[in-house]
Structures are given as structure tokens and as C-alpha cells.
């Protein structure tokens, strides 16, 4: 297989781990253009991985020596970047959140459906975790019967200092906005935040924790804790609750110590290890499917989808009621 040429822009957290992964897990791939807002950042993956600097991500997604885009920069400039790769009709797969707003999502649709090419893919990579894949799997055998309910938990054991308290949906529990509309194959009608009991210990000045309800147009309930900070650990937990029976996300799988008359489990504090094998599945699943011209994964539509109902779930903390999940009428381009 010829290598996809990736450029990645991004050069933080994620944006590191991506380009190890590219470069050494990922078959048919090899990063060959790097870019960050902190030059000497990207300058230093660059020289790691004998790729190329470019101190503009609009040159980098130009270049001729890049064939797709990873956008791994922070959630404010997703949507810019994502819109320039449709302008140079490159593949994109773009971190979560695609955009901080439904207008800016609803442009990214537009250009893409332009293009009359399924360009981009949006980095909801839990939908790869084998847990996830197994969950899906027994509500579409009817194992479970008819899912009535999804019961989430997105815990967190720390937060940067700039962390704010809309990012609690737009950048935390997005995920979870996802992850239950592919489970139960089916859309919001409403969503709430309900006001909680506030954790004492929040390191900074943001609502910590929120509670979202969500209902579906079949009907089902998906609520949602979202522990943005000082929580006891990194932990994800996922319960759906169906007519047959209930089927739960497993914990990622550790020894586990029995002495002085306990037991005693290590867990995560931080996402980097918690699905990091979903992340190289979702990487090597792009990267075939670019090869193939026939990009599959979570895409702009997902994006945007998960966005509205973020903007409907903003807005019912500030009014405190139910707010309506309304989307455009779903193009047939995403059908
Ligand atoms: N799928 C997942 O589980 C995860 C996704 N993410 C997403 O990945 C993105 C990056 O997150 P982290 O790596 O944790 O953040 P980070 O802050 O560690 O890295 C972001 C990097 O992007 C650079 N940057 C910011 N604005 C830029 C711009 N306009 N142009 C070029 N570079 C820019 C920064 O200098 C920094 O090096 C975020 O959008 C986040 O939502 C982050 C962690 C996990
Ligand atoms: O996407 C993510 C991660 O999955 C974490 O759960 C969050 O805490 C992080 O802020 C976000 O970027």
C-alpha cells in the first residue's frame, strides 16, 4: 500500500501521541508535515520525525507532500482548518469537537457537500474502543430487547487552568453526546442541565459537576454526569439499561492487589491510556479508508449533531428547562 503523506497540526497532548501512532503503529502512513502555534513545539516532532515544519497550517494543508490532514490544535480553530482542507479538497480527520458552533458546522457541511466528497471525519474515536463496539453489538442482535435508557459517567482527575464551564459539554462530555446517539441509532429531541450540589474542591471557576438529560425521538433517556475536574479518577462509565436486561462499558482491564485484607485496583487519571487502543484503531481506519476514497467514520454530520445538542444543553443551564435538539433537515449527501 502506498503511504498516505499526514499532515498534523497540533503539536500538544494528542497531537504528540497521533504522530507516535501515525509513525510507528499506523500501517500505510508516515507524518510528512508538522505545524503548531508554538513554532518551536512543532519544530521539535518535526525533527523526532524527520517531517516537515511549516510555521502556517494553511501551507502545511497546501503542500504537495501532504495527502490528508489531522487537525489535533485546540477546539477554536478546528472549524478553520477543517474548512481549509475541503478548499484543498484534502481528507481530514479532525479532533472533537469539529466546531464551537452550529453556524460554523453547518458552513463545514456546506462546503463538504460542494466538494461532492465525504472529506471529513470527526475524532470521536470511542466508537472504535472494543467495549463500545460490544455494546453496540448486543443492542442490534436484540439481546437486550428495546434500549430504554443510557446511563453515562464522564469523570475527570484534572483540567487545564483555562477550562471553562461550557467546555464541560463542548469539550468533555461531547463524547458521551456521540457515543449514545450511535449506540441507540437515533437522534435528540430535547436536552437539560440540571443544576447539581457543586464539588467543594474544583480547582477553578466553573460549574463542576453538571447533570445532562437527554431524550431521543424513540423516546429513550440519556443522562450524562459530567465530573469536569477532582474527581477520585479518569473514569468513564456507560450503562445501557434495555427491556431484557442491562449491559455495562467494562473497565479497562488492570491487576489488581489483594493484601493487608484488601483488594486494591489502580485506575486511570488522565484519557491518554484509558482508550488508547481505539485511538490506533481509529487512525488505521481513516487511514484505509482515505486509501480507499471511501472515508466511513463519524462524519461532519455527527460533528454538527453532537454540536446542536451541546448548543441545546448550554442553553437549558441558562434557562433552566428543556431546550429542543433542532438540526437542519439531514442532507441526503449523509445519508
Ligand atoms: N479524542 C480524545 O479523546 C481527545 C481529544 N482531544 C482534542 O484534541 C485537541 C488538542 O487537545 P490537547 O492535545 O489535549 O491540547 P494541547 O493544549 O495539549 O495541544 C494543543 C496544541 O495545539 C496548538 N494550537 C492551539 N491553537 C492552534 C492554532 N490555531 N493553530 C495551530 N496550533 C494551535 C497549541 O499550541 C498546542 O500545542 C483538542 O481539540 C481536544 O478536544 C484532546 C484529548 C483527548
Ligand atoms: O476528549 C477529551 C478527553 O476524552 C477527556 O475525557 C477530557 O477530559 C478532555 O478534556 C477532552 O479533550
Known amino acids: 500500500m502506498k503511504e498516505l503523506k499526514v499532515g498534523v497540526i497540533g503539536c500538544g497532548a494528542i497531537g504528540k501521541a497521533h504522530v507516535q501512532r501515525l509513525s510507528n503503529e499506523v ?12 513554532q518551536d513545539t512543532a519544530r521539535e516532532v518535526a525533527e523526532e520525525y524527520d517531517a516537515q515544519f511549516f510555521a502556517s497550517a494553511k501551507d502545511l494543508i497546501a503542500c504537495d507532500e501532504v495527502d490528508a490532514i489531522l487537525i489535533a490544535s485546540s477546539d477554536p480553530s478546528h472549524a478553520e482548518y477543517t474548512l481549509e482542507c475541503i478548499r484543498n479538497r484534502k481528507p481530514v480527520l479532525c479532533e472533537k469537537p469539529l466546531a464551537l458552533t452550529a453556524s460554523d458546522c453547518e458552513k463545514i457541511l456546506h462546503e463538504e457537500m460542494m466538494a461532492e466528497r ?6 470521536f474515536m470511542r466508537r472504535y474502543d472494543s467495549g463500545y463496539v460490544e455494546m453496540k453489538k448486543a443492542i442490534e442482535n436484540g439481546r437486550l430487547g428495546t434500549p430504554l435508557m443510557i446511563n453515562c459517567a ?25 457515543i449514545s446517539r450511535w449506540l441507540l441509532s437515533d437522534e435528540y429531541e430535547d436536552a437539560q442541565v440540571l443544576k447539581v450540589r457543586q464539588n467543594t474542591k474544583t480547582n477553578s471557576d ?65 484519557w491518554s491510556e484509558r482508550f488508547i487502543d481505539a485511538y490506533t484503531v481509529e487512525l488505521q481506519e481513516w487511514v484505509k479508508g482515505v486509501h480507499k476514497n471511501c472515508v466511513e467514520g463519524p462524519s461532519a454530520w455527527d460533528g454538527y449533531a453532537a454540536c446542536v445538542t451541546a448548543d441545546a444543553l448550554i442553553t437549558s443551564r441558562k434557562t433552566g428547562k428543556p431546550e429542543k435538539v433542532l438540526t437542519i433537515e439531514k442532507p441526503e449527501f449523509y445519508k
Open 154 to 178: 464522564h469523570r475527570n482527575f484534572y483540567q487545564p487552568e483555562n477550562f471553562k464551564t461550557d467546555m464541560a459539554i463542548t469539550n468533555v462530555a461531547i463524547h458521551e453526546l456521540d
Open 27 to 38: 500501517a500505510g502512513a508516515k507524518v510528512t508535515a508538522v505545524s503548531d502555534y508554538v
Open 206 to 270: 466553573h460549574l463542576n459537576p453538571q447533570l445532562c438529560i437527554l431524550q431521543t425521538k424513540a423516546g429513550a433517556r440519556v443522562i450524562i454526569e459530567v465530573q469536569t475536574t477532582n474527581a477520585y479518577a479518569y473514569d468513564i462509565q456507560c450503562q445501557v439499561v434495555g427491556e431484557l436486561g442491562v449491559i455495562n462499558l467494562p473497565d479497562p482491564s488492570r491487576a489488581y492487589m489483594r493484601t493487608e485484607a484488601h483488594t486494591e485496583t489502580p485506575l486511570m487519571t488522565d
Open 118 to 123: 465525504h472529506l471529513v471525519q470527526v475524532g
